[in-house]
Structures are given as structure tokens and as C-alpha cells.
């Protein structure tokens, strides 16, 4: 093991030789595998959105098999989905990519202003799939908030007991949020923090904007004059936001966008200091050969190959 | 076990030998035995309708026996009921047909826009009286969609553990959606794949319509021209959201209507790549000679002995 | 045993040998022992309605002690009561009448239009007072009734996996049935079908009237010419409603009345193919000599002694 | 034993050895060991209604250890206190006092018409604390009334299996109660009884008064002519509604009052045959001497010493 | 171990050998070892309020091994955090310090006006963190409270079973209390009575006004009249609601303050009986070295070498 993967590991000293063996397997698969860079492919839109939206545009995305293939061609670090997606190729694809079992979930066919996603899965069925890790999504803002921490806090100390690493995909949320604060930068720092405290081992948020949501934060970002101006400063801020970079965050690429927006988002987070992107529509709703280009060119900023 | 079954069966690689032999009993008994086509006889009406409306026309029906009878004499391949009904028969007829314990019940005496069916039964159950699954019905849609996820959540890794096979009714109905809209193809295809990530083996859906309720859907199914307009079309499309074919879907057979409507709605659903059908108020509200011939004809469709 | 009792239990097929053996206890004990034909006290009413408007008009009933003393003297085949009644004086009158433990009860002090009882009981409270069978009341109707019926799901199977019998009171009630509907005839059989297909041994109702509630009902009755003009009539489709005679179903008797109407009614209970009577208030709320006398005019015409 | 305590264990023949140990260990403790009179201390104003309206007029109180010596001093049965309280002293005072641990508790920095209690302890709490009792408050009337029925329940039975006695304060409180209900003799007797059909020992309840609240009560009262205008009748009827004097009541002292009139509510107690007092604020708020001075007078009256 | 730390312990003679160590442990580490004092560093800002406003003013806090080293550094007796904190630093600085894992959390994201923070942390992972005592949160006035005492009580009794000890911070808002009813005499003393009577070792409370908030204590303070006016009369006004000083009380520091009022805060706190203090804001907002001449001059102050 490199000696980037071991300080990385080093930070998560509370944790079990299981836990750190499944945190080394992510970072050390792939095409970025060794550079303490992630790039994961997750796809639960097929629940999330429906699934004309989510395959239609690229029919062969209603394969659950696809997606393995896809992750493993394009070299990802991880492929992340719902319970049914992982059990459909689980036994096909075993050993070939290490797998995140995305533990709770969300339709829109029933929609709230603050949601509360169901758990559709648990630790003992991502152990029976072979899975290196959970992921939970956590609306901090959603007046549900409070119950998704504490099931969270149970399953995070059940998956650790298990040996399984913990993903956290933190969105903030809610009726008292205004839309432009759900990716306000302190906000999303906020959310990364949370994530942090309720002992995540990776975090996932959105690319935050320059805009300040609460009042008392802007105060303190005001009198502190924290750099919020470029991306990049703004990724900094929250990776200093999630423990001072002691802890793993990635960016989500969120909905469907040209590849050079997406380039240049992840020079963004490259150079803030970010560990990575998960990317799903952008990868998944277009031709294989174009999507693993794709993704290769992303792994390629982050690992210092591609300008 | 012939190529079909065995093909089957390797979509469900992720389950234990007791599941699979589950699913290849229902699949290898009855008159449909080793086509990969299944047609089952459900008979929950007493408790979802009331006893009189179920069965004044027919009143054999009244006797839990009588549909043991039908479903073993019409070549079903299960039968499926709540816990009473299973509980009156499963030992005078114990290993003569393959049963599905329906796990959970509505009445229309207390009755809500948005339901939350009450749990019945239990895995234990299902076991105690000898069934090869559980069915459970979710109704996406409904504001305790969330609720009913983790119901089924619960008990499909039970069941799963316990080598039972999970069959998911899957009916799109609650406060948000119109009456239209339950039977809408997107809303149809949505709620199949809902199923299918919750990790349903078999999903039963409605017939649906051309209509999309769905802004967000409807642009998609616009531009990407996806083919809606026959029954046939529409089947194709649902089977193809339950995971590309690769999960068994059938379909509900709805209130008492002439035979050759079934009949075309059993070559539409055969057309479309559909598993086959569930049929419960057409079959047993009639003389049980003639419903036997009526299960029978079907069941030839599917087959291709019919045309 | 003979044969009525042989073919009774053969009803139960799926059940263990010690709730067969308990249900034989009951139907085997006191005056109408072997007959098929059940008569049992209940006294919950100190609970339900308060101990004043249940016991002042014969004090003695104040005393727990003399109700076993009642149905034992009068020859019932089973005395119901709640814990606090049953802990009082299992232990003087072990072994001398069949005892079945209420597990819910609800109070006046508090009372609302969609009823919930307190659940006050438990299984292992049942085996530790020696009873062969629990009580549990659902009010089908009531906004809370998936709530009771979870709540007798999880009873029953505990109590079918101890070897006990259970007997279900179904009682119709909630802010959407008018007064009348409670006893409307389609509504009483819908009560008995769910109790039934709960998983109930013994359902007990209230006598019906020829009213109909529902609309979607009604259709049907008037459709079939369903025979619901006599009570006799009506018991026969209570019956019938209740798995076509293979459930056993009494009646209750009601609030005090004269006695001519109480025999009146027993004998179309017995000519509709009813199994018995549930008697509280008309007994317990008499001296007991006189409580003896009637008790046993009513269990002569069950036995055809009485005509 | 002599022969009234034997009497009144026998009360109790369905409890286990464990069980009448432990209520013997009370009844035959202290000042009026032996007679089957009652006199307890209670603690608990310090959580229900704040420490300085509790214990600033005799400051001494403040301290834990207190009123365990106070209650040693005067010889009452036993003392009953939260967890917080017990803890503080039932080391120090090991063996030589019986403790009953109050289970749930209630304070007014946050009150409702309708109240909850939390659950402040539990068995396995007592069990450590060397208690011989628990202690659990209801409210009949609260619309929370069921939850309180639910949680004794379980608390109940979970206390008997492990050989300990139940005491419940059954204290009518809630929206739909007038104030002067809360105390009506109807209201109070109704209590006891329920308290009792849940499975107490020793029910606790507030000395009545010769209103009459509810409708269909008030018409017994009238037409049974049951005899409640003295004080000492209505302690009768409230005892005969405790299963007829076959479980043990006592009468709480209320906010602090004139000596005289304790003493007369002790003698109307003893003569309407209840068991004796639960008198906490009168006795605690006054300094220490001048308590078991008052104390033992009241233990006098129910002991015959004193007329 | 002196007298002083002996007598304390002697205070919980119901506590297991296990929780008695934990408490000395505390009590005897760092600068006050072996003076029964106690200063805390708690950080929990970055979850209750948002990094940014917690750490921006000294970066370095953004860091979870700074706080660590600060407490040690500045020879506090325990550091209090939540999860995620303590998980990042606790494999390193094992045995350096006594730790506190807290258990709720509340972040602004979503507030209410009667909160109910997340419970994010079990007994378990304190065990496995090697923590001496568990933290927990309770907000008597909120309409929650039932809740969180009950939440509390669970917790204390699991980490005494496991030897931990117990430290609540008992903070009273909601919407029946007024903002200054928040930090009111009457209001802060109820809220330590209360945490004491939920089994509390080491109760946490903020300095209390002169304000009077309730009206029914309003009359016993002024009746009684019990000195209010000094700080350090009210410090021993709480001491004494605490079980008339037999639980230790410790008093936090609150927003950030010149330090000259911090000082004579904690001359107050000293003179009037308390325990000590918990200061967070205003230790880590301001440069290391700083800060650990800061708390030890608190500590000075208590230990009695500053004046």
C-alpha cells in the first residue's frame, strides 16, 4: 500500500481492520486506484425519477447488468445502487468491482417539500452481497432530519461492527431552506460537517454556489472574509469543513450537462482539494464507448493525466 | 429443469438454493409447468371487498376449500390468499399446488385516499403453513408509500433468508395521483421498477393505459418516442422497466369483464413479453367447470396452444 | 370424542395439537359439552363501563370471585374476563372451567367515535393463569383498525405457537358507519369474514338486522337475493360469511332485556346454524339462582332440550 | 404471619412467592406491621412540581438521605421515591426500609390537559435498588390513557415475573373531565377498578368526593340508591369497587392541609375499610420531629390506638 | 485517592465499582486532579451551529486532533464531543485524556421552537471509543421532553450497566417559557432536580438569572425568601435543588465573552458551592496558547491559587 493510502487510512484510526480493508479496497481500484482519488458511478435514478427518465435516452441502462459492466470498463472506483439493482448482478460480478449498497430511497411519485426516504435495504443484505460499504442519503433542513441521523447512527455503528465502510450523501433540504440555499456554500459545508460528525467515512455533496443562506453564517463569513469566490476556493472550504480534510468528500455531477462544464468542475475540485466525483446521469445516459471516454478523461484531471 | 426455467432462474443469481427452488416450483407446476409462463389464482376479495360482494354469485366460494379446489383442477400455478383463507385449506390439500401467503389486507369499511393496508400475516406464518412465497401489496403513491417500503423491506430479507420467493402487488394509488393516473403506462412502468429495486422476485401490475400523468415522464416518453399506443406496446415497455425482462412480471386480471376481453388482454400481455396473468374475480365468480375452462384458455394463450 | 367435535377441530387442520386441544376443552366442558354448541360468560364491563352501572344491581358481582363461581354452577363452557379479574381467582379455581383472557379493553372515562383499546394483556399472561384461549376485540370501521388488526396479527401467532385458542370479538365501529350500520347485516358478515380471515378459532358478533350500509353491498344483496329478512336468516349468512360454516361463530347478547326476547333470539342463532351465545349483562346483572336458571333455558335450546 | 396478612396474601393466590413476599415485606414493616394498614411515604415534588415549591419550607428536604430517615423514623410500610432519589440513599439505607420506585414522572415546565408521563425507571432499575415495589402512575380521562395501560402492562407483568409487587396511582385527569370530576365519586371508584382489572396490588387513589360526573353512572347511583354522602361510605364504595375489598387500597393526602382534617380523612378511611395513607407533602414540609409526631398519630387511628 | 474525591464518590453508593472509577477518573486528571473541581472543553458547535460559525475565527479547530490536544494542554479533566470528533482523535490520544461521547445533536439547519435533538451516538461506540461518560441532552419546557427523558433514561441505565458515567446538560426551552424564563432561578434549579431525579452523575446548566418564571414558585420564593440576588447565591441555590449538593454541578460558559467576566463568573460559581465549568466558545475560538492560559486561570480560580 502507497504511502497516500496509508495517511488516509491513518485518519480513520477508531475504525476495524475490516472497515480500513474495505476503505483501501475502494481507493485502491481502478484506474485512479493508489492516487487517493475516487471516482464512483451510482445509479438509483431508475427509483428516484422513474425509469423511462433515468434509460430511456440509452435502453440498455434498463439492464441492471450495464452498470457493472460500465463501471468496471471505465475503471471506476465503486459502483452505488438500491437493493434491487445490486441483487440483479451481485453473484455475476463478484470481486470485479467493490460495491455500495445505497440503503434508503426516495420516489417521485409521492413527493414531499421535506422528504424522508424509506430504508429499502440493511447492513446484513450488503453483506450478502459482497458489498465494501453502505450509502445513506441524509436531508439535513428536512423537518424529518432528526430521524434520518438516528437511523443513520444505527446503521453507521452496525456497518461498522460489520466491517463495511459508511457513505454519506448529505443534501440539504426542507421547507425553511429556499432553493438556492440547498447549494449555498455554507450550507453545503454545514451538511458536509454533520456528515462528518455522525461518523461517515465518505461524504457526498453537491458543488456548492457563492450564495450564504443564514444569516448568522454570512455574518462570520463576512468578518472572517473566507475565500468563497471561486469553485475551487469553495470545495476547499468544504473539505476544511469536513475535518479538516481528514475525511474523504466527493462531488455529485448532478443532472445531465456538456462534458466541458463537467471537465471543468472536476479541475474545480482537483484543485480545491477534493477527493473525487460520483457521477451518474452524466455517465450512464449516453453510448457505453462515449460514457467510459467520459469518465476516463475525469480520472485522467484527477490523476494528473489529463490537464 | 429445461433451458426457459433454468434461464429464468439465473436472473435471481444473488438468492439461496431454497428461494430459487421456490420460484422454479411455481414455475414447474400446473398446466403452465416449464413454459416460464405462470397464471395465479389470488382470492383476497373476502377481506379487501367484503364476502357477499366476493362471493354471493358463485356461494362455493364462500368455503376456503373451494379455491384450493379451482387453482389444483384449473392447473394454476399458485394460489394465493390472506393467512385465514391459507390456514382452512393448506392441510387437507399440503403439497398439491404452490402458495403464496398475502402478507397484508385493506377493508373498505374504514377506507382512506391514501391506504395503508394492515400487516396480516408473517414469514413464520408462511413457513407454518407449508407456502412457497409471500406477496405484499404497495401502493406507490400513497403519502405511506415510505411506510409500506420498509414493511417490505423487512420482510423480503426475512422471507429471503427463510428460502420463500416475494411476489409484490404493486398498485400506484394515493392522494396525489389521479384515478387516471393510477392505470398511467409511465405511472405503471414507475411502480415496476419500484418493485423490482425493493427486490420483489415477481411483480404484479395493472394493465396500463396511453396515458402519462407525469409532467417530467411525459416529455421524456415524447421525445424519445417510446411506444405506448397498444397494449401489446405497453406490456413491453413495463417488462422492459422491470429490469430489462430480467424479473418475472404479470398482470392483474381487474373486475369481472366479458372472456374475449381477457383473452385479448392475455395476447397482449403473451405479445409484449409479459410473464402472465393474476386473475382472481373472473375466475372463481363463476360455475367452477366453467371457470376451469376459462383458466384453461388463458393458460393455452400463453402456451401458444391457443391462439 | 365424538364425531360433531371430530369434525369441528377437523375445521382447524393447520393448527398445533395444543390449540386443538384447547378448543376441544372448551367445546367439551359444562352443559352443552359435546354438543358443538358453545355458551360462555364474558364480565368485562367493570372495565368498560365502570364497576357502579356493571355490578351495583347485584353486588355480588363486585366480587371477582363469584363470576367463576356463575358460569361454573350455570355450566358454561368458558368464562372471559380481563387480567386483574382472571389473576383474582385462577389460582381457587384452577382447572374447573375453561378461562379466556381478554387481551384489550377500553374505558369510558375516555371515549372517541374511531375506538382503540389499550392492549392489557399479553400470551404468557394467558399461560401463566392457566387459559386455553386470549380474547381480543377489533372494531372494524375504526380509523385505528390497522392498528388492531397488526396488534391481533402478532397476538394470534404468538398464541397459536403457545397451543392456545383464539377468539376474536369483531365489533363494527367508526366515524364512518351510521349507528345502524354497525349491525347492518353486510356489515356483520364483513366483520365475521375479517376476524376469520385474521386467523380467528372463535368470532363473536353482534345479532344483525336486515339493514344494509354499503352502497356497493347493497347492489349485491338485492342482485343474489341474498334471504336477510329473518334473524334466523341472517345468523345462517353470518355463518356462512364466516368461511361457509367452518369457523365457529357466536353471538352476544347485548345490554340487559327480558328474558322471552333473549330465548327468542337464542333459537334463531340455533335454527341459522349458529354456534352459541356470549351472555354477560342478562346473567351476572341477576341473582344468581335466577342467573343459573336462565343460563341454562338458553343452553337447553342450544342442546334441543328446550324448545 | 398472623392470620390477616395470611388473609389478604391469599388475595393474591395467582402472584408467585416472590411476588406476596414482597408484599408482605411492606405490610408487615414499620409502625402498623401486621395490622394491614398501609402508611407510605412518597417523594416525588421535587421532579413534579420543582425542588423549592417543594422543600424551601423545610429545607432539610432538599437532601435525598432525608426522607429516607423520615420515613424510617416514623415507621411507615415504605418509602416511595423516582430514580434519582432512590439511588442517592438506598445504598446507605439497605434493608431497612421497603422502596417502591416510582416509574413514571411528569413536571410542570412543560403541562398538558391531556397528560404523559415519561418513564423515568424500570424494573430492572428497582431490581438493583433493592426495591420490593414499583410504582406507576395513570391518568383515566388523559386521551393519552391507552399508551399509560400499555406501558403498565408491560411494566406489570415484567414486575411480577421477577417477584415484585405493582402499585398504581390511578388518577383521573383529562379534557373531557370536568375538575370536579376528577375527584367525583363515580370517577374515583371507576378508577380503583381499573387500576385493579390491570393487575395492581395496591392501588393509590384521591379521597372522593359526592359529586357524580357522568351521565350513565349518575342513573345506578340514583336508582341503586348506593350510599355515598360521608366520606367514610364513599371510601366503602370505592373499596368494594377494588374488587370488593380483595385488593389493597390507600387514599393520598393531597396538598398540605390542617392537621384535624387529616386525622378526620383518616379515621373516614379506616372506617369505610381502606388501608391507609400515602402522604407525602404533609408530612415532609414541616420539620422532622413535628412529621413523625403526625405520622404516627395517623398510624394510631388505623391502628386502633388512637380514636 | 483523597478524602475529598472519596466523599464524592460516597454520594453514589449505588453506582457499580466500573461507574464509580469513571467519575474519579475524571475527577482526578488534569490541573483540579484530586480538588472535586472540574473543567470540561465540550465541542459540539461545529454540529449545533455549522463549522464555519464555530471555527473560522481560529482555523486550526477545524481540525478534530486540536481539541483534543487542547484539552490536554490545558489540563482539563474531560473533553466532551459528538461522534464523528471523537472517532477522528480517539485511537490517537487513547488514554490521554477522560472523554465524553455525546449522544444528541441538533443543527440550525431545521429548528423549532420545541426541539428534540437526534440521538447520534450509542453506549456502545463510547465503550469502544474508551470514553468514561456519556453525554445527553435534555430540554425540560420543550413539548418533546417525555421524549428525551425517556430517550435519557434508556441511555443511563445501558451506561451504567456498562460502568459508564452519566452527564446531562439540562436546558430549558420551549414554547411555554419565555427567553428569560430560559436562564431563570426557579427554572435552572427545576431543570437540575430534574436531571439529578433522571439519574444524572454530573449535571450541566447554564448561570441563572434573578428572573422569576413560574408563578406557583414565584410565591414560594418570595415567601421562603430565598436569596437570589448574587450569582454565587443562586449557584448555591442550584447546588442545593441538586440533591443539596450531592450530585455534581457544573455551569457553562456561553457565548463568547470578554475574560474578565468569564473570571468572575467562575468566582461566583467557586463561592457559591459549584463544581466548576464547560467552556467551549470561548477556549477554541482564540489561539492555542491563549486559550491555555485562559483555562487555567478558571482553574486557578477554583483550585484557589488565583484569587
Same mark, same amino acid.
Given at each position: 500500500?502507497?504511502?497516500?493510502?496509508?495517511e488516509?487510512?491513518?485518519?480513520?484510526?477508531?475504525d476495524?481492520?475490516?472497515t480500513l480493508?474495505?476503505?483501501?479496497?475502494?481507493?485502491?481500484?481502478?484506474?485512479?486506484?493508489?492516487?487517493?482519488?475516487?471516482?464512483i458511478l451510482?445509479?438509483d435514478?431508475?427509483?428516484?425519477?422513474?425509469p423511462?427518465?433515468?434509460?430511456a435516452?440509452?435502453?440498455l441502462?434498463y439492464n441492471?447488468?450495464?452498470?457493472?459492466?460500465l463501471?468496471?470498463?471505465? *475503471?471506476c472506483?465503486?459502483y #452505488?445502487?438500491? =437493493? !434491487?439493482?445490486?441483487?440483479? %448482478?451481485?453473484?455475476?460480478?463478484? +470481486?470485479?468491482i467493490?460495491?455500495?449498497l445505497k440503503?434508503?430511497?426516495?420516489?417521485v411519485?409521492h413527493?414531499?417539500?421535506?422528504?424522508?426516504p424509506?430504508?429499502t *435495504?440493511?447492513?446484513?443484505? #450488503?453483506?450478502? =452481497? !459482497?458489498?465494501?460499504?453502505v %450509502?445513506?442519503?441524509?436531508?439535513? +433542513?428536512?423537518?424529518?432530519?432528526?430521524?434520518?441521523?438516528?437511523?443513520l447512527?444505527?446503521?453507521?455503528?452496525?456497518?461498522?461492527?460489520?466491517?463495511?465502510?459508511?457513505?454519506?450523501?448529505?443534501?440539504?433540504?426542507?421547507?425553511?431552506?429556499?432553493k438556492e %440555499?440547498?447549494?449555498?456554500?455554507d450550507?453545503?459545508?454545514y451538511?458536509?460537517?454533520i456528515a462528518?460528525?455522525l461518523?461517515?467515512?465518505?461524504?457526498?455533496?453537491k458543488?456548492?454556489?457563492?450564495?450564504l443562506?443564514?444569516?448568522?453564517a454570512?455574518?462570520?463569513y463576512?468578518?472572517?472574509?473566507?475565500?468563497?469566490?471561486t469553485?475551487?476556493?469553495?470545495?476547499?472550504?468544504?473539505?476544511?469543513?469536513?475535518?479538516d480534510g481528514?475525511r474523504?468528500?466527493i462531488?455529485s455531477?448532478?443532472?445531465?450537462s456538456?462534458d466541458?462544464?463537467?471537465?471543468?468542475?472536476?479541475?474545480?475540485?482537483?484543485?480545491?482539494?477534493g477527493?473525487?466525483?460520483?457521477?451518474?446521469?452524466?455517465?450512464?445516459?449516453?453510448?457505453?464507448a462515449?460514457?467510459?471516454k467520459?469518465?476516463?478523461?475525469?480520472?485522467?484531471?484527477?490523476?494528473?493525466?489529463?490537464?
Amino acid at each position: 500500500m502507497n504511502a497516500r493510502i496509508r495517511e488516509i487510512l491513518n485518519w480513520y484510526g477508531s475504525d476495524s481492520a475490516g472497515t480500513l480493508a474495505n476503505i483501501a479496497r475502494m481507493l485502491n481500484h481502478g484506474r485512479l486506484a493508489g492516487t487517493g482519488k475516487l471516482v464512483i458511478l451510482p445509479v438509483d435514478q431508475g427509483f428516484e425519477h422513474g425509469p423511462a427518465r433515468s434509460f430511456a435516452s440509452n435502453p440498455l441502462g434498463y439492464n441492471p447488468l450495464y452498470h457493472f459492466e460500465l463501471a468496471i470498463e471505465a *475503471g471506476c472506483n465503486a459502483y #452505488a445502487a438500491p =437493493l !434491487g439493482f445490486l441483487e440483479a %448482478g451481485a453473484h455475476h460480478f463478484a +470481486g470485479q468491482i467493490p460495491l455500495i449498497l445505497k440503503l434508503n430511497n426516495h420516489d417521485v411519485l409521492h413527493d414531499e417539500k421535506d422528504p424522508l426516504p424509506a430504508v429499502t *435495504g440493511s447492513v446484513e443484505e #450488503a453483506l450478502r =452481497l !459482497g458489498c465494501s460499504a453502505v %450509502g445513506f442519503t441524509i436531508y439535513p +433542513g428536512s423537518s424529518h432530519c432528526g430521524h434520518m441521523y438516528e437511523q443513520l447512527r444505527a446503521i453507521a455503528e452496525e456497518a461498522k461492527q460489520a466491517g463495511l465502510a459508511v457513505v454519506v450523501w448529505s443534501y440539504p433540504r426542507g421547507s425553511e431552506l429556499s432553493k438556492e %440555499g440547498e447549494t449555498a456554500i455554507d450550507v453545503v459545508a454545514y451538511a458536509a460537517q454533520i456528515a462528518a460528525q455522525l461518523g461517515a467515512h465518505i461524504i457526498k455533496v453537491k458543488l456548492p454556489t457563492a450564495h450564504l443562506e443564514q444569516a448568522a453564517a454570512k455574518k462570520v463569513y463576512d468578518a472572517e472574509q473566507i475565500p468563497i469566490k471561486t469553485l475551487s476556493e469553495r470545495v476547499k472550504h468544504v473539505v476544511q469543513s469536513s475535518f479538516d480534510g481528514r475525511r474523504i468528500v466527493i462531488f455529485s455531477g448532478g443532472a445531465k450537462s456538456d462534458d466541458k462544464t463537467v471537465y471543468e468542475e472536476a479541475r474545480a475540485i482537483r484543485d480545491g482539494g477534493g477527493f473525487g466525483s460520483i457521477i451518474g446521469r452524466n455517465s450512464f445516459q449516453r453510448p457505453k464507448a462515449d460514457a467510459v471516454k467520459f469518465l476516463q478523461t475525469i480520472m485522467g484531471i484527477y490523476a494528473g493525466d489529463v490537464p
